[in-house]
């Protein structure tokens, strides 16, 4: 059976294994515990003494960290698939939770929700930030020789129209830099036409971005 809060996949076998675990605490404990789980996720430093006061009826050290671990699978993929907090109980239910401890998962999730789903989009694996640091004009032909790190785009190198043999179409070379990279800055050299092109495609991107 497949599970929003996996993201669409089958559950574990090592999370299907805890849940028995997991059905030891009191649903008390349980809200309790996923508070704490949840702060953690959004950036915020959980209290670790409420977290082993919650998990301090489990004999073995060992299942108080898998029940931990447990939790915090399931809450961190329900705010990274966002999935709604009663289907996250009926998801809980389905694997065998008590509808007790279900509910009460739901609960915190849904008070931390949006702090865990903001939280997770910052810290998503993604390029460095490229920005424009100079920029400069020139025909063509001032700029045969290129540098190792330099990367050239035209609209059409096979134009049969006017582009003719080396009239100087002009071309923009951007200097990019990036926070955080030691490699030297790339250039970026486009014609007039892939430039146009390039701004508005970056502006239908930020219009995406800024949708949401």
């Known amino acids: 059976?497949?599970?929003?809060?996996?993201?669409?996949?089958?559950?574990p076998e090592w999370l299907l294994a805890e849940i028995a675990t997991l059905s030891l605490l009191t649903s008390v404990r349980t809200k309790l515990l996923v508070k704490e789980i949840s702060l953690r996720i959004a950036?915020?430093?959980?209290?670790?003494e409420k977290v082993n006061k919650q998990t301090s009826g489990f004999e073995d050290v060992g299942d108080?960290?898998?029940a931990?671990?447990?939790l915090h699978f399931v809450v961190a993929g329900a705010a990274t698939h966002n999935i709604t907090p009663d289907e996250l109980s009926a998801?809980?239910?389905?694997?065998?939770?008590?509808?007790?401890?279900?509910e009460a998962v739901a609960r915190a999730f849904r008070d931390n929700v949006e702090a865990m789903s903001a939280a997770l989009r910052s810290s998503t694996l993604r390029l460095p930030a490229w920005r424009v640091e100079g920029w400069e004009v020139s025909d063509d032909g001032e700029l045969e020789e290129q540098e190792s790190n330099?990367?050239?785009?035209?609209g059409d190198d096979n134009d049969d129209g006017g582009g003719g043999g080396g009239g100087g179409n002009p071309t923009v070379r951007l200097t990019l830099?990036?926070?955080?990279?030691?490699?030297?800055?790339?250039?970026?050299?486009?014609?007039?036409?892939?430039?146009?092109v390039l701004v508005a495609e970056l502006k239908q991107v930020r219009a995406l971005m800024d949708r949401d």
């Open 68 to 70: 931990v671990a447990a």
């Open 177 to 196: 830099t990036s926070d955080g990279g030691s490699a030297p800055p790339p250039s970026l050299r486009v014609d007039e036409d892939t430039l146009r």
């Open 64 to 66: 108080a960290r898998a």
């Open 150 to 154: 330099t990367v050239v785009e035209r």
């Open 91 to 102: 998801e809980l239910q389905q694997l065998g939770l008590p509808r007790e401890n279900s």
């Open 43 to 48: 950036g915020t430093l959980a209290t670790y």
């Open 1 to 11: 059976m497949r599970f929003k809060f996996a993201g669409g996949l089958d559950a």
